[in-house]
């Protein structure tokens, strides 16, 4: 009898080895690792005064003398939250609302730090008072041959748009290198006709953590960073930027 149970338990494990060997490959094929990818990062980690910002285009690009990084991201760890113990009952958690979701999605956003320049005619003029439109946020100098090499889409696609999107061609004016008068012959040597403002305090390119130009920040109507293009750009890459930022 002992002997008959056995050999049932064996014949038994052998025909369950069997169908667990011909099941794993069949439901294992119908599982693929590109399934996870389904969640694309849409933007890097990045602080509110200008550290690093996902870019549409990057070339080549010059180092001006006066650059500042800007400020460190500040963070810490944050507390686990408590885990129910097995014999508790998990509490349920209301369904989020469009409210909160709004929410999330205006804190996930950065807002562009404001700064103050000035015109050729020493007027101020700072970043708020562009907002309502969407704005092109260019730095730049006249010592700068991958600035100056862009410069033609720029005051071009700018004379296309008018008042559609506003530029703000910042001149990075240390009073050494570049000064505003300096700046100022160049634009009208070459007869550009974009607004061109002069960073003469350096307030814009720390905002904005500048270590490279030129640079070209998209900013919306609504004063929120959408991408940072480091280096010089063709006109194909600055209209993909201001579609991002001008739908």
């Known amino acids: 009898m002992k002997r008959r149970t056995t050999l049932i338990l064996i014949i038994v494990f052998v025909v369950f080895i069997g169908v667990a060997a011909y099941a794993y490959p069949a439901l294992s094929g119908k599982v693929k690792p590109e399934d996870n990818f389904g969640v694309s990062v849409q933007e890097s980690d990045r602080g509110q005064s200008g550290s690093a910002q996902p870019s549409v285009g990057q070339s080549g690009s010059a180092q001006p003398d006066s650059g500042q990084a800007g400020a460190a991201q500040s ?6 939250s408590a885990q129910p113990s097995a014999d508790q ?5 209301p369904a989020p609302s469009e409210t909160d979701a709004a929410q999330s999605s205006e804190k996930a956003k950065t807002k562009a730090p404001d700064f103050t320049v000035v015109d050729a005619n020493g007027e101020e003029t700072k970043l708020s008072d562009m907002l309502g439109a969407p704005v092109v946020l260019n730095f730049w100098a006249s010592w700068c041959p991958p600035c100056k090499s862009e410069m033609p889409e720029f005051d071009k696609v700018n004379g296309d748009l008018g008042d559609k999107v506003r530029f703000m061609m910042v001149d990075l ?3 050494q290198r570049e000064t505003m008068a300096t700046g100022a012959k160049y634009i009208s040597d070459q007869g550009y006709t974009f607004p061109v403002y002069f960073d003469t305090e350096q307030s814009a390119a720390y905002a904005y953590g500048i270590q490279a130009i030129p640079t070209t920040v998209f900013i919306d109507k609504d004063g929120y960073i959408v991408t940072v293009a480091q280096g010089a750009i063709d006109e194909n890459t600055l209209r993909k930027g201001i579609e991002m930022i001008a739908p």
């Open 89 to 93: 009952p998990v509490p349920a958690q």
């Open 173 to 175: 004016t240390d009073g």
């Open 75 to 80: 963070g810490g760890d944050q507390p686990a």
